[in-house]
């Protein structure tokens, strides 16, 4: 702690100092120290403030704030404190300061005796750990968390954070948690079920403690941020594994619900990611959702939703009918329990659908609705998620003049219709050369769709469309080919589902897409689903045996060639994301916008 009487000192200090993070401090200070952790020591911001303090972190805002002390120093001295002044110069220098939304929590510089007593008595006042517990919940959440969850996870986090351990280590414990439930209910037995839903209801306690220490203890990271919702997936469509291998233990082959499940959860994080990404002015500033500024260009609709959520039992109603994570685990858990794997995956299908019908119909009204143009940054993000390959790419100058006179509501439509039509012809056409030609129709329209500005009014369903077509082209051939492929088939899904997750996470983060070689390498979804199914076909010779396949060489090749391309696709996406998030520079984030994935 170094000790400066007007700004000349603190610059001549400055110029000296060159620690990764810098706190100027007025000496008459008075206020909580949570109030002074929020402001000076969160680490995904470069600078921070509040009455009397200012922090920054990294060279750049270090040397804005070295140029600011400069600049005041050659300033006749003025009344004030001088981190306040200092604060608002990096502001006007461009440097965003953060100043964090005390509450009840208390920050000033008392000028007289008076207000120093005052002062005091404020803080004496609040109770700091309880404030500080209550912000290590996150402000929106779902029902099941916020009443079934946080009340005591907030202690569990304390509890975490006194003994030093970090959001990461919960993170992972939380995962190693969810794959012991996926394995105690693969041993098909009512005990191992049951202790399966207890241990997936105990991982998902952890999944929300791992992010309220973060927020208790300011333990913001970009892995962080990055295992905390690659886990999730993880965790969830392991469980699927274990369900469906439980019921196989008994006869039940439900392998195909299993996927099933899996892209229709991918279905819906895609519809929510991708409309999030077309609507940016307001899906990424959550806070300000509602004010004037955001609803007086936005659509009847959003104008309506945001009344609704004004009225308390319809937030929460809305929040249960979109069964986010947490109802979802908590129904999982329970069919787990008491019924059989088939029935939990029936309901959890039933539900999901339903679910995502819900929320995909209102992001639809308020597109339709919508009176804000689409920014160019959100077309590219809706481009990006679409993950066209080579192939797109190789037609886009071909087909775009095409494109571009398509009417406005033709992308989606030709999307679903790639999607839809795909998988039907897959599945009546069996593994023969016909069905190659039915893949090359799908690259043709995906490539038409990707040739074009995605800023359509519905532009942004063309990705979930995409992300439906090519799981289940895969999911249709290994039931008209060898439902016996079904495993290895949900593991060639699960690897692509990572990296699109993965893409997602990306641009969430402001780190932009995927290096272009990434998508290429691994073929891009027209290409893979052209690729999968030309595999089928070269397996069993464009002659499948039997009615439906299941019979001769071909199965078995087929398995292993699905294993195959599994297992290059993880290691290649895997490998190139943890050397991105580990050894990248992406600034170190949380989610704290309350989606209900």
């Given at each position: 702690?170094?000790?400066?009487?007007?700004a000349?000192?603190?610059?001549?200090?400055?110029?000296?100092?060159?620690?990764?993070?810098?706190?100027?401090?007025?000496?008459?200070?008075?206020?909580?120290?949570?109030?002074?952790?929020?402001?000076?020591?969160?680490?995904?911001?470069?600078?921070?403030?509040?009455?009397?303090?200012?922090?920054?972190?990294?060279?750049?805002?270090?040397d804005?704030?070295?140029?600011?002390?400069?600049?005041?120093?050659?300033?006749?001295?003025?009344?004030?404190?001088?981190?306040?002044?200092?604060?608002?110069?990096?502001?006007?220098?461009?440097?965003?300061?953060?100043?964090?939304?005390?509450?009840?929590?208390?920050?000033?510089?008392?000028?007289?005796?008076?207000?120093?007593?005052?002062?005091?008595?404020?803080?004496?006042?609040?109770?700091?750990?309880?404030?500080?517990?209550?912000?290590?919940?996150?402000?929106?959440?779902?029902?099941?968390?916020?009443?079934?969850?946080?009340?005591?996870?907030?202690?569990?986090?304390?509890?975490?954070?006194?003994?030093?351990?970090?959001?990461?280590?919960?993170?992972?414990?939380?995962?190693?948690?969810?794959?012991?439930?996926a394995?105690?209910?693969?041993?098909?037995?009512?005990?191992?079920?049951?202790?399966?839903?207890?241990l997936?209801?105990?991982?998902?306690?952890?999944?929300?403690?791992?992010?309220?220490?973060?927020?208790?203890?300011?333990?913001?990271?970009?892995?962080?941020?990055?295992?905390?919702?690659?886990?999730?997936?993880?965790?969830?469509?392991?469980?699927?594994?274990?369900?469906?291998?439980?019921?196989?233990?008994?006869?039940?082959?439900?392998?195909?619900?299993?996927?099933?499940?899996?892209?229709?959860?991918?279905?819906?994080?895609?519809?929510?990611?991708?409309?999030?990404?077309a609507?940016?002015?307001?899906?990424?500033?959550?806070?300000?959702?509602?004010?004037?500024?955001?609803?007086?260009?936005?659509?009847?609709?959003?104008?309506?939703?945001?009344?609704?959520?004004?009225?308390?039992?319809?937030?929460?109603?809305?929040?249960?009918?979109?069964?986010?994570?947490?109802?979802?685990?908590?129904?999982?858990?329970?069919?787990?329990a008491?019924?059989t794997?088939?029935?939990?995956?029936?309901?959890?299908?039933?539900?999901?659908?339903?679910?995502?019908?819900?929320?995909?119909?209102?992001?639809?009204?308020?597109?339709?609705?919508?009176?804000?143009?689409?920014?160019?940054?959100?077309?590219?993000?809706?481009?990006?998620?679409?993950?066209?390959?080579?192939?797109?790419?190789?037609?886009a100058?071909?087909?775009?003049?095409?494109a571009?006179?398509?009417?406005?509501?033709?992308?989606?439509?030709?999307?679903?219709?790639?999607?839809?039509?795909?998988?039907?012809?897959?599945?009546?056409?069996?593994?023969?050369?016909?069905?190659?030609?039915?893949?090359a129709?799908?690259?043709?329209?995906?490539?038409?769709?990707?040739?074009?500005?995605?800023?359509?009014?519905?532009?942004?369903?063309?990705?979930?469309?995409?992300?439906?077509?090519?799981?289940?082209?895969?999911?249709?051939?290994?039931?008209?080919?060898?439902?016996?492929?079904?495993?290895?088939?949900?593991?060639?899904v699960?690897?692509?589902?990572?990296?699109?997750?993965?893409?997602?996470?990306?641009?969430?983060?402001?780190?932009?897409?995927?290096?272009?070689?990434?998508?290429?390498?691994?073929?891009?979804?027209?290409?893979?689903?052209?690729?999968?199914?030309?595999?089928?076909?070269?397996?069993?010779?464009?002659?499948?045996?039997?009615?439906?396949?299941?019979?001769?060489?071909?199965?078995?090749?087929?398995?292993?060639?699905?294993?195959?391309?599994?297992?290059?696709?993880?290691?290649?996406?895997?490998?190139?994301?943890?050397?991105?998030?580990?050894?990248?520079?992406?600034?170190a984030?949380?989610?704290?916008?309350?989606?209900?994935?």
């Open positions: 702690m170094l000790h400066a009487r007007d000349a000192e603190a610059a001549a200090l400055l110029a000296e100092e060159s620690a990764e993070r810098i706190a100027v401090l007025d000496a008459g200070f008075v206020g909580h120290r949570h109030a002074l952790r929020l402001a000076l020591t969160d680490p995904r911001f470069p600078a921070g403030a509040l009455p009397g303090a200012v922090a920054v972190a990294g060279a750049p805002a270090r804005a704030l070295l140029a600011a002390a400069r600049r005041l120093a050659g300033q006749p001295a003025a009344g004030g404190s001088l981190p306040d002044a200092l604060a608002d110069a990096l502001q006007q220098d461009g440097v965003p300061v953060q100043r964090p939304e005390l509450g009840t929590l208390v920050a000033t510089v008392p000028a007289t005796g008076e207000e120093l007593a005052a002062a005091r008595a404020a803080v004496a006042a609040v109770d700091e750990e309880a404030v500080r517990l209550r912000r290590a919940v996150k402000a929106r959440d779902g029902f099941f968390t916020t009443y079934c969850v946080s009340p005591y996870s907030r202690y569990l986090a304390r509890w975490c954070a006194r003994r030093g351990l970090t959001p990461n280590q919960v993170t992972t414990a939380s995962l190693v948690t969810a794959l012991a439930a394995a105690s209910a693969a041993t098909a037995t009512r005990a191992g079920l049951v202790g399966a839903g207890l997936l209801l105990f991982s998902f306690v952890l999944d929300c403690t791992d992010g309220q220490l973060a927020r208790y203890s300011l333990q913001y990271s970009t892995v962080g941020a990055w295992l905390d919702a690659t886990f999730d997936r993880a965790k969830e469509y392991s469980f699927y594994a274990g369900l469906a291998i439980a019921a196989g233990r008994g006869g039940d082959h439900v392998w195909a619900l299993a996927l099933a499940a899996m892209v229709l959860m991918t279905f819906r994080h895609s519809v929510d990611f991708a409309f999030m990404a609507d940016q002015e307001t899906a990424r500033n959550p806070v300000t959702a509602g004010t004037k500024a955001q609803t007086g260009n936005t659509s009847p609709t959003a104008q309506l939703s945001n009344r609704l959520d004004r009225v308390g039992w319809t937030v929460w109603a809305r929040r249960i009918i979109v069964l986010p994570i947490g109802e979802r685990w908590a129904l999982i858990a329970l069919l787990t008491l019924t794997p088939r029935t939990t995956l029936t309901v959890l299908l039933v539900g999901c659908a339903l679910a995502c019908c819900y929320t995909t119909a209102g992001r639809v009204l308020r597109s339709v609705n919508r009176r804000r143009p689409r920014t160019d940054q959100a077309a590219r993000e809706v481009a990006i998620l679409a993950d066209a390959g080579p192939l797109a790419e190789l037609l100058p071909v087909l775009r003049p095409v571009r006179r398509l009417p406005a509501l033709a992308v989606p439509l030709v999307a679903a219709l790639a999607a839809a039509g795909l998988p039907a012809a897959v599945y009546v056409l069996g593994g023969t050369w016909a069905s190659v030609g039915a893949a129709g799908y690259v043709l329209l995906c490539s038409l769709v990707t040739a074009r500005k995605l800023n359509g009014a519905l532009d942004w369903l063309a990705p979930a469309f995409f992300r439906a077509g090519e799981y289940l082209t895969v999911l249709a051939l290994v039931l008209r080919l060898d439902t016996a492929s079904l495993p290895a088939a949900f593991g060639l699960g690897a692509v589902a990572y990296h699109h997750y993965d893409t997602v996470y990306r641009l969430r983060g402001g780190t932009g897409a995927p290096a272009r070689w990434l998508v290429r390498a691994t073929g891009g979804q027209e290409g893979r689903a052209l690729l999968v199914t030309l595999c089928a076909v070269l397996v069993y010779g464009g002659t499948p045996v039997g009615a439906v396949g299941h019979e001769g060489p071909g199965a078995a090749a087929l398995q292993g060639v699905l294993v195959a391309l599994a297992a290059v696709l993880a290691l290649v996406v895997v490998a190139e994301s943890i050397h991105f998030w580990v050894f990248g520079d992406a600034t984030e949380h989610d704290e916008s309350g989606d209900t994935a």
